[in-house]
T-cell receptor
Framework: GAVVSQHPSWVICKSGTSVKIECRSLDFQATTMFWYRQFPKQSLMLMATSNEGSKATYEQGVEKDKFLINHASLTLSTLTVTSAHPEDSSFYIC????????????FGEGSWLTVV | SQQGEEDPQALSIQEGENATMNCSYKTSINNLQWYRQNSGRGLVHLILIRSNEREKHSGRLRVTLDTSKKSSSLLITASRAADTASYFCATGSGTYKYIFGTGTRLKVLA
């Protein structure tokens, strides 16, 4: 079946630094991907819609300059957390839309970010 | 903001019993999906039900959808310890932008 891969699975970074998380669709092309964040024991909150070749669409309350999204190819979207702070520590999950016959959404395994 | 509210927030049952989780949402939907998430892991897709469907089955899972009440339920029959996880409903309105419910934490005791 279709697979969405996220990298890294775990990352620890220092406050003030930036960290990049990748989301790849491995065997299908995805013009649209989505980024979610999840705090411990809470639900997933949609952060933004990543559109290939154009700007991402951010949900209300999500800082565009802090969470930079780049969708430069049909199989890769990246989320960069800039000037990270401890409160950015969270589980980040992406999903990708397979526009093939199944027209289905697939989720990645998620990336744990810890800012120290 | 959250689209779906799930009920109960937490559920603890004995192995072999049935578990029922409910999801209510606020606006019109195109389809509704249920996912499972083991602690600290990604999402596992369980079942998708479209707005014109009322019930779907998959193995030990049964999902119902009542669009007039804007609610859905997930029934897991003959539960197993391995079913221990958090369960989320996610509603889609046709844009593939899914909004997740608050989740139900299920614990199945062996």
């Amino acid at each position: 079946g279709a697979v969405v891969s996220q990298h890294p699975s775990w990352v620890i970074c220092k406050s003030g630094t930036s960290v990049k998380i990748e989301c790849r669709s491995l065997d299908f092309q995805a013009t649209t991907m989505f980024w979610y964040r999840q705090f411990p024991k809470q639900s997933l909150m949609l952060m933004a819609t990543s559109n290939e070749g154009s700007k991402a669409t951010y949900e209300q309350g999500v800082e565009k300059d802090k969470f930079l999204i780049n969708h430069a190819s049909l199989t890769l979207s990246t989320l960069t957390v800039t000037s990270a702070h401890p409160e950015d520590s969270s589980f980040y999950i992406c999903s990708a839309r397979d526009e093939g016959p199944g027209n289905t959404i697939y989720f990645g395994e998620g990336s744990w970010l810890t800012v120290v | 903001s959250q689209q779906g509210e799930e009920d109960p927030q937490a559920l603890s049952i004995q192995e072999g019993e049935n578990a029922t989780m409910n999801c209510s949402y606020k606006t019109s939907i195109n389809n509704l999906q249920w996912y499972r998430q083991n602690s600290g892991r990604g999402l596992v897709h369980l079942i998708l039900i479209r707005s014109n469907e009322r019930e779907k089955h998959s193995g030990r899972l049964r999902v119902t959808l009542d669009t007039s009440k804007k609610s859905s339920s997930l029934l897991i029959t003959a539960s197993r310890a391995a079913d221990t996880a958090s369960y989320f409903c996610a509603t889609g309105s046709g844009t593939y932008k899914y909004i997740f419910g608050t989740g139900t934490r299920l614990k199945v005791l062996a």
